[in-house]
């Protein structure tokens, strides 16, 4: 996969990039991903990205001129990009999102910022993407959460085990089970038995039960669509 990210603020993606699994990821080459200055875009003195709105109000608007000028650059050769833009009110992202995402070969990601984009951009956006109900300063830390998401989905990026245990759970939605590691017992704190005891399908129905258990209390709604769904075993309706 590719992807190029469109942003205002570059240097917010150095360390994200760097480190971690999505870092080896792109260091081994399992996928590409490029940031660009959209100043870089300008063609003024000032490298100016961002004017005042039209009809007036508050803040600035980003411009639309310098990124067309990215976006018919970046797209003149290879596959089109599928297009992405961060911003409070777009749809929500999930992991159904992210599992849609990763299996797409190209994807851009425009960072918006200040209080928006120039409508006209949104002629290039395949989906506006919202990773909340709030609002940030900017559209970087949400284009960070979705690449996160979307490139430890790709084969080969996560370790296999890592990867079997998030297929099993998550893209149900299904909250994950509890994690024990050594010692045994820490400050009275016991790890449950059925972990020790080494009984595989005990411990794999025990998980699935916590997992259950624990989407209900807190995620109803999760186990409501995943029976509307049939996407729920007799026994985990049990
Ligand atoms: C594209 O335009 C944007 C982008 C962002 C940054 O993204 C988010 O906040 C976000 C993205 N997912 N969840 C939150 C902020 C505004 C904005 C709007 C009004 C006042 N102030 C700022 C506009």
Same mark, same amino acid.
């Given at each position: &996969?590719?992807?190029?990210?469109?942003?205002?603020?570059?240097?917010?993606?150095?360390?994200?990039?760097?480190?971690?699994?999505? =870092?080896?990821? $792109? %260091? %081994? *080459?399992?996928?590409?991903?490029?940031?660009?200055?959209?100043?870089?875009? #300008? #063609?003024?003195? @000032?490298?100016?990205?961002?004017?005042?709105?039209?009809?007036?109000?508050?803040?600035?608007?980003?411009?639309?001129?310098?990124?067309?000028?990215?976006?018919?650059?970046?797209?003149?050769?290879?596959?089109?990009?599928?297009?992405?833009?961060?911003?409070?009110? =777009?749809?929500?992202?999930?992991?159904? &999102?992210?599992?849609?995402?990763?299996? +797409?070969?190209?994807? &851009?990601? $425009?960072?918006?910022?200040?209080? *928006?984009?120039?409508?006209?951009?949104?002629?290039?956006?395949?989906?506006?993407?919202?990773?909340?109900?709030?609002?940030?300063?900017?559209?970087?830390?949400?284009? &960070?959460?979705?690449?996160?998401?979307?490139?430890?989905?790709?084969?080969?990026?996560? *370790?296999?085990?890592? %990867?079997?245990?998030?297929?099993?759970?998550?893209?149900? =939605?299904?909250?994950?089970?509890?994690?024990? #590691?050594? /010692?045994?017992?820490?400050?009275?704190?016991?790890? /449950?038995?059925?972990?020790?005891? *080494?009984? @595989?399908?005990?411990?794999?129905?025990?998980?699935?039960?916590? %997992?259950?258990?624990?989407?209900?209390?807190?995620?109803?709604?999760?186990?409501?669509?995943?029976?509307?769904?049939?996407?729920? #075993? +007799?026994?985990?309706?049990?």
């Amino acid at each position: &996969m590719r992807i190029d990210v469109l942003t205002v603020l570059p240097g917010l993606f150095d360390c994200f990039l760097k480190e971690g699994v999505i =870092g080896k990821a $792109i %260091s %081994s *080459g399992k996928v590409e991903v490029k940031v660009h200055n959209i100043r870089d875009f #300008t #063609t003024d003195k @000032h490298r100016v990205v961002d004017d005042v709105p039209y009809g007036g109000g508050p803040g600035m608007v980003l411009k639309p001129e310098p990124i067309f000028r990215a976006y018919d650059e970046l797209t003149k050769e290879g596959e089109k990009p599928y297009v992405l833009l961060t911003e409070p009110w =777009g749809e929500k992202f999930n992991q159904e &999102m992210a599992v849609e995402l990763s299996k +797409k070969p190209r994807l &851009m990601i $425009i960072c918006g910022r200040y209080e *928006g984009v120039d409508e006209r951009v949104k002629s290039l956006v395949d989906r506006e993407v919202s990773i909340g109900d709030y609002v940030l300063t900017g559209g970087e830390l949400p284009a &960070m959460v979705i690449m996160d998401a979307v490139l430890r989905l790709i084969p080969g990026v996560l *370790g296999n085990l890592e %990867s079997l245990r998030a297929d099993s759970f998550s893209d149900r =939605g299904l909250l994950g089970y509890p994690n024990y #590691t050594r /010692p045994a017992e820490f400050r009275g704190m016991k790890v /449950p038995e059925v972990l020790l005891s *080494g009984h @595989h399908k005990k411990i794999e129905s025990w998980r699935k039960e916590q %997992s259950l258990r624990k989407t209900l209390e807190r995620r109803p709604e999760i186990i409501e669509n995943l029976k509307r769904k049939g996407l729920l #075993t +007799k026994e985990e309706l049990e």
